[in-house]
């Protein structure tokens, strides 16, 4: 956001002029220059733990699916979950990915081939029973229906569902074949065209085979001899060929092949793999030495790291998703996600402006784009590929371009925030000085040729520019708005389709309707002003509302109605600039971001949604001559390509990715009945859309335990301990940046109670009693008095039975089963009892969070067993040496907690290091074998004002992980909290 004396508005290139901008170039031979890119990396901190990215596919639940040298990993938009061995999978190096017919993963690796099914990757082997081997490129293509195509080693091998869930593969082509075609032995590469045809890249050829016919390219039909590591089919039959020094192409039909010579692919970086694919809009997309190409024959653009690109080892896969989304594999880099891709392209230093600050727009009519920095114009004309500045600087200075616009002449005329206005000739291009006036907010041309000049300090005319160019002031504004003092500022001017004229003066409204000056009344003060044909649109930003209604040339008060922002994505956004654009859509630039308003629903657009920047620049919006709208922003311009796509129908794809109860998953996909144990019910959601995916809230709730509707943005519910019941989960997901919402899904659960808590029990006991009431009738006379004395004995002790085994299977569910210490729930509910009784009554406690040293290695070394032999005997020895108010429970995992009363900061230091030296002085010893142990304590003295136990337990944790950043086996104490 920019100070209150800043301007703004939005534009856009025709697309037919940016394609023969960019095919002037190639013909030239140099590389078209190319917008900056909104770009989101992923890499370790985000999940993806190898980042040595191989390839990129997406399934048809809508997971995006990456592979890697170390592993595969399954992205939902929130995490990436990591696949490997156990799982199925050959081996941990991905070489190859592919989506079939089914919407099945098929994963290539240089140990065999596996496709996807549930939770596991199942084998397929080759006709000979063998591991299928892949090597990296592109080895896989569909065959119709669920047939997949797989180059093993160099042989093509077709793979098709068998009976069982088994898979049947034989090769390909024939043993005759084969012999009359060896080539066929000497498969790199294959693509499946949409009319069945099959295009391999075979020894130093490329083959064409369709319905018993094969044709090879050779050097007499274009194609040079060379390994074609890649093969694209694409859309309208075109196939696209690509080698390490070669691309070609060939149009369908055609009996030769095309060479193309786009920057960066025949050099001297040597590349195993040659990505290609194709978006939305036809566009091809590949790699060079250098990044990233997009164009058509004869028109690329080229991408690299002055357009924000890092990728250095190269970008190895390319995937382009079902929502039209740009996914990058980088060699060494991650996974980069291209936001707001084919919808937002964004200008800044390094395509040629002067300046990253952004304040005006103007479209000449020559077609010339003029945009105004913080350190002068910049100009694009037609068929240039880069902005440039203009000769528009005087008396040596590079000034802020607040306002531009276009007289009936064609001379450009520019105002700046240090007063200068300036014409620029439309025949000799050279800039004049027109006079010294306060800050120029806004240059302004009506219908009728005048030029208005709106500054801080009052507002001023030329009437008939072509005769003189002194700008004259206007008297009489202060009177027509009743202020006392004499300079009344201007912010803006719009003109509507009546030839009146509006002006937003000091907050408030002026009308100039032919020779007639009036100011009407209005509801409230106004910071903004913006004009469609037959409205005026203002906004309050003080209060949060925007007014618009008819522009009435004569009316003393207008008719507005009232447009509050609050409960909208503008709640709690300042406006920064306003436009309504040709649709009658409402454009409000906020210091976070642009908020679009088109009458019925608002759409909100950020840095997530492909901007350069969420802080708008005042008055910093533009719409240009084909509807398109740009976007002044402190760190560059961002043009609006299709604002008509904004508010198309977006789907989220809401579902409940897996449900886990006590550590054991369960089903997804109908209702659950399982046994209570205690444990916690835990629920991971996913929506499998990756657009302005930070956006999306939660609304969940778990009838049977709770009325009330909570919202969260974390994937992760966790419902601990549920009682014995029936219960129904119910979802819904919102993306409050798309506007879109999912939902709600439902999935019933039902914990069956315990078995002394049973209904069969309970029955069985009536029936007893009943059993018993009747033979007591029937043998009354051999003594009620005694049956029922002796019946009295009886319920006595099936009471205390009872009593027993309640508290028995109480004091169960409290422990920890492997080392008999308090369990989690347990030791944090003392802990919660510790804080109300040292609150209520005075006294002091401590609280220790103790963590096993490398206990993996335990593990690892000597086994699971091992491992537990050295928990029980790490309690056994903590017990010991505790007092009778001391408690100690086991928080998960090798780590345990100590609740230790009466001791407080500095007086208990003493007894903690006896602790900590004697509980680990020795080894453990199990089956003979001497294991070493050490321990890191994080110590937190309460109680605090308003603690809670799991307050404590984070600053404990904190004062942990100092411990283990430290070298552990150490005791590290937390900082009180203020």
Wanted: aromatic share 8%; charged share 20%; proline share 4%.
């Amino acid at each position: 956001m920019r100070g209150a004396a800043m301007v703004s508005t939005m534009f856009r290139v025709p697309a037919w002029l940016a394609w023969l901008a960019g095919l002037i170039f190639a013909w030239l031979g140099a590389p078209a220059a190319a917008e900056q890119m909104a770009l989101r990396y992923f890499g370790q901190s985000d999940g993806l733990a190898n980042q040595a990215v191989t390839a990129i596919t997406q399934d048809g639940a809508g997971y995006l699916w990456v592979g890697t040298e170390n592993g595969l990993f399954r992205f939902d938009g929130a995490r990436f979950r990591r696949y490997g061995k156990r799982d199925g999978l050959p081996a941990a190096f991905i070489t190859a990915l592919a989506t079939d017919a089914a919407g099945r993963v098929w994963v290539g690796t240089d140990a065999g081939v596996c496709a996807w099914r549930g939770d596991g990757c199942g084998a397929v082997k080759g006709p000979d029973g063998a591991p299928m081997v892949l090597w990296a490129g592109q080895r896989f293509a569909r065959n119709g229906g669920d047939g997949m195509l797989v180059v093993d080693q160099r042989d093509l091998v077709e793979v098709r569902p068998a009976d069982g869930g088994k898979w049947h593969s034989r090769y390909y082509f024939s043993e005759a074949q084969r012999l009359a075609h060896p080539e066929l032995r000497r498969i790199a590469s294959i693509a499946a065209g949409a009319d069945g045809a099959l295009w391999m890249g075979c020894a130093t050829e490329v083959c064409h085979y369709r319905a018993g016919g094969f044709t090879r390219y050779g050097p007499q039909q274009g194609v040079p001899a060379a390994k074609w590591g890649a093969v694209f089919a694409a859309s309208g039959g075109q196939i696209w060929l690509r080698s390490q020094d070669h691309m070609l192409s060939l149009a369908p039909g055609a009996g030769r092949a095309v060479a193309h010579a786009p920057p960066g692919v025949a050099q001297a970086t040597v590349r195993q793999l040659f990505p290609m694919a194709q978006d939305g809009d036809g566009t091809l997309v590949s790699n060079n030495d250098y990044g990233l190409l997009r164009g058509v024959a004869g028109a690329w653009r080229e991408y690299g790291a002055s357009e924000g690109l890092k990728a250095d080892g190269g970008i190895s896969a390319i995937y382009v998703d079902r929502d039209g989304e740009l996914w990058l594999g980088l060699a060494g880099r991650g996974l980069a996600h291209w936001q707001g891709y084919r919808s937002v392209a964004n200008w800044t230093t390094a395509q040629g402006l002067p300046s990253d600050d952004i304040w005006s727009f103007h479209r000449a009519r020559d077609g010339a784009l003029y945009i105004g920095t913080g350190r002068g114009m910049a100009l694009r004309r037609p068929g240039e590929v880069r902005f440039a500045k203009t000769a528009g600087g005087y008396e040596g200075a590079d000034h802020q371009i607040g306002s531009i616009a276009t007289d009936r002449a064609g001379n450009v005329w520019s105002g700046t925030f240090s007063g200068a206005l300036v014409r620029q000739d439309r025949l000799t291009g050279r800039s004049v000085h027109i006079a010294k006036l306060p800050l120029i907010l806004r240059v302004f041309i009506d219908a009728a040729g005048r030029i208005w000049i709106a500054t801080n300090r009052g507002l001023y005319v030329i009437r008939d520019p072509e005769h003189s160019t002194a700008p004259r002031p206007v008297e009489g504004l202060r009177q027509l708005l009743r202020e006392q003092k004499d300079d009344i500022g201007v912010t803006a001017v719009c003109q509507t389709g009546d030839g009146a004229l509006w002006f937003l003066a000091h907050r408030g409204l002026l009308r100039l309707a032919g020779e007639r000056w009036s100011a009407p009344a209005l509801p409230s003060k106004i910071d903004m002003l913006s004009c469609d044909a037959g409205n005026l649109w203002l906004a309050d930003d003080r209060e949060s509302v925007v007014w618009y209604g008819a522009a009435d040339d004569s009316a003393d008060a207008l008719a507005l109605q009232r447009l509050p922002l609050a409960g909208t994505p503008m709640a709690g956004r300042s406006v920064m600039s306003m436009h309504v654009d040709r649709r009658h859509w409402l454009w409000i630039g906020s210091d976070d971001g642009v908020a679009v308003w088109n009458g019925k629903a608002w759409r909100m657009l950020d840095q997530q949604s492909g901007l350069i920047w969420n802080d708008s620049n005042q008055y910093a919006i533009f719409e240009d001559t084909d509807g398109s709208m740009w976007i002044g922003t402190s760190s560059g311009a961002s043009h609006i390509l299709h604002p008509q796509d904004l508010f198309a129908p977006k789907e989220l794809a809401l579902r409940i990715e897996s449900v886990d109860y006590d550590g054991n998953p369960l089903g997804v996909s109908k209702a659950q009945m399982i046994a209570w144990s205690g444990g916690a019910l835990e629920i991971r959601l996913a929506v499998l859309s990756f657009r302005n995916h930070e956006a999306l809230r939660y609304r969940y709730r778990l009838k049977g335990l709770e009325s009330a509707w909570t919202v969260t943005d974390s994937t992760a519910l966790r419902y601990p301990a549920l009682a014995p019941g029936s219960y129904v989960l119910q979802v819904s997901a919102e993306n409050t940046m798309l506007q879109a919402a999912a939902g709600p899904i439902e999935l019933p659960v039902a914990i069956m109670p315990p078995w002394w808590r049973s209904g069969w029990l309970y029955s069985g006991c009536v029936v007893l009693a009943l059993t018993l009431a009747w033979l007591l009738y029937r043998w009354r006379l051999r003594g009620i008095l005694r049956r029922s004395a002796a019946m009295e004995q009886l319920v006595r002790e099936r009471t205390v039975e009872l009593e027993a085994s309640r508290e028995e299977h109480r004091m169960r569910s409290l422990k920890d089963g492997l080392t008999k210490a308090w369990n989690r729930v347990a030791i944090m509910e003392m802990i919660g009892q510790q804080i109300v009784t040292t609150t209520r009554s005075g006294g002091t406690f401590m609280v220790v969070l103790l963590d096993l040293d490398h206990f993996k290695r335990v593990n690892d070394t000597h086994g699971h067993l091992a491992g537990d032999a050295v928990l029980r005997e790490f309690v056994r020895r903590l017990s010991e040496r505790l007092r009778g108010s001391d408690t100690v429970g086991r928080y998960g995992g090798e780590e345990f907690i100590l609740l230790l009363p009466g001791l407080y900061a500095g007086g208990g230091e003493q007894r903690i290091r006896e602790l900590h030296r004697e509980i680990c002085a020795d080894p453990v010893v199990d089956e003979g074998v001497a294991i070493d142990i050490t321990c890191s304590f994080g110590v937190v003295a309460g109680p605090l004002p308003g603690c809670t136990p799991e307050s404590l337990i984070k600053l404990a944790d904190m004062a942990l992980y100092r411990a283990k950043e430290n070298g552990r086996n150490r005791i590290e104490y937390a900082e009180r909290a203020s």
